[in-house]
């Protein structure tokens, strides 16, 4: 009677489903009530539990700073422990990088990113950049601003009235490049597009670019090819527009450098982050900004207007810098690099199957494309729900994945995004990938 209740409270993905209730987690396992393990191949919601589950030392740092203080008004105080933390962030960003503060989830952050662009302008006598460009098939946050900005055609669809439809351009989408196409003439198309478009909406009135450095639940784990990112870079400068990367999924450690867009050698202007920053133990993300971005806000006086209740919080600065140490100490964003080039080289086995078009990813942000015709990479009809099976299947069998749709037009195509905690071994990556291959072979065996 109490699990029924409770069950009908809960606003879950499928209403009417009863959800495995998780007990505890230990390690990249997670425990149900009836004792059942699975690996955490998706870390949390996703991308989050970097570090790994049940940390009691984690534990112990929050409670010894509740002990102290959980919140204080920050109108008119600061901590050290938030003034340490914050260094310990600039220190993390790439080099140049001069302020950073903490919101709680990564929607505020990227929202806080976007605003701290537009009053970057604002102070710089700009106010008529306002406008900002995206991609199609990126995910930025789920508020109706970010919604907006993100290119998720399902998503956006139900708040459409309440947006600003500002341009989005394709995404660097190299599996679905059109084939007449070299992948420098593809980067050379994307880029013209990027340039066509900030002339045609006025480039004296665009803000930002914003990108995924590579893009995650929205296209499962996509890099872009080389050159991309820094020719795209190159435009923003000639036109006045700064450049945002969300690395709300890929920063920490998850593509085996502290952020995603490092492995692209451009600077960014401002970064948001998230996710990974507290490993899931705290609701915790951040902006970080670089210098270029900050100057004008320092030689104006100028205060940044991105506060909300637990921003700068203490409990999340204690947190995020015992993340940040367990990250340093264990090694975990090598560990990231190396298990992740291990994890693509098994997952390449999956290719044998005809409906798994494409492996691919950076460190342990890694996807699977899945296609109903290898040859013209054809989608599954979008009913068929395949990634979701697939991903139910794999559940069933103890690992967990992050299946997704929409790939091909927003609506069609299906992928399977695959980021487990950077503390993974190779046995444990030989599970999932063991797994995976015999629910994969289950649902071929459903669709003929
Ligand atoms: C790239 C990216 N940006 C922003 C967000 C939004 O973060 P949150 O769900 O913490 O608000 C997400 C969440 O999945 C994300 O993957």
């Not at 997670?30 to 539990?49: C, I, Q, T």
């Not at 600061?78 to 260094?87: P, V």
């Not at 920053?277 to 609701?283: A, D, K, L, Q, R």
């Not at 091909?408 to 046995?427: A, R």
Request: net charge neutral; proline share 4%.
């Amino acid at each position: 009677m109490i699990a029924s209740l409770i069950h009908s409270m809960a606003v879950c993905p499928d209403m009417n489903k009863v959800y495995p209730k998780i007990e505890y987690g230990r390690g990249v396992y997670l425990f149900d009530k009836n004792g059942k393990r699975y690996l955490d191949a998706s870390s949390g919601s996703s991308s989050v539990s970097n570090v790994g589950h049940g940390r009691v030392e984690i534990a112990d740092v929050m409670y010894d700073q509740v002990s102290k203080i959980s919140v204080l008004p920050t109108h008119a105080f600061s901590s050290e422990i938030m003034e340490i933390y914050l260094q310990k962030l600039v220190d993390f960003a790439p080099t140049g990088f001069k302020k950073a503060w903490t919101v709680m989830s990564g929607t505020e952050a990227v929202e806080n990113a976007v605003k701290l662009a537009l009053q970057y302008h604002q102070i710089r006598g700009e106010g008529n950049r306002f406008k900002i460009i995206s991609r199609w098939n990126t995910y930025h946050g789920n508020s109706v601003f970010m919604l907006d900005i993100g290119g998720m055609k399902m998503r956006r669809e139900l708040y459409s009235k309440w947006h600003n439809n500002f341009p989005h351009i394709s995404p660097a989408y190299i599996y679905r490049k059109p084939d007449e196409l070299t992948t420098s003439e593809y980067v050379n198309s994307l880029l013209v597009e990027f340039e066509e478009c900030l002339i045609e909406t006025g480039a004296e009135t665009v803000a930002a670019f914003i990108a995924e450095p590579i893009v995650a639940a929205a296209l499962g784990a996509v890099p872009p090819p080389e050159g991309y990112f820094k020719g795209m870079k190159v435009i923003c400068e000639k036109y006045g527009v700064l450049f945002i990367s969300d690395e709300i999924l890929c920063g920490f450690g998850r593509t085996g450098k502290n952020f995603g867009i490092q492995h692209f050698d451009i600077t960014p202007d401002i970064i948001a982050a998230g996710k990974g920053i507290s490993g899931g133990y705290f609701p915790l993300s951040a902006v970080l900004a670089s210098g270029k971005v900050m100057t004008p806000f320092i030689d104006t006086n100028s205060s940044f207007l991105g506060g909300h209740t637990f921003a700068c919080n203490p409990v999340g600065a204690a947190v995020g810098m015992k993340v940040l140490n367990i990250l340093k100490n264990e090694d975990l964003i090598n560990n990231s690099q190396k298990m992740g080039t291990l994890f693509l080289n098994k997952l390449e086995k999956l290719l044998e199957f005809d409906i798994i078009g494409d492996v691919r990813g950076v460190g342990l942000q890694c996807g699977i494309e899945i296609v109903q015709d290898k040859v013209s990479k054809k989608p599954f009809p979008a009913e068929l729900k395949v990634s979701k099976r697939i991903g139910g299947k794999c559940i069933e069998k103890g690992v967990v994945l992050y299946p997704g749709s929409g790939s091909v037009n927003g609506t069609l195509g299906d992928h399977i995004l695959i980021t487990p905690p950077l503390t993974i071994s190779e046995e444990q990556l030989d599970e999932i990938v063991n797994i995976l291959y015999t629910s994969i072979k289950e649902v071929i065996t459903e669709l003929t």
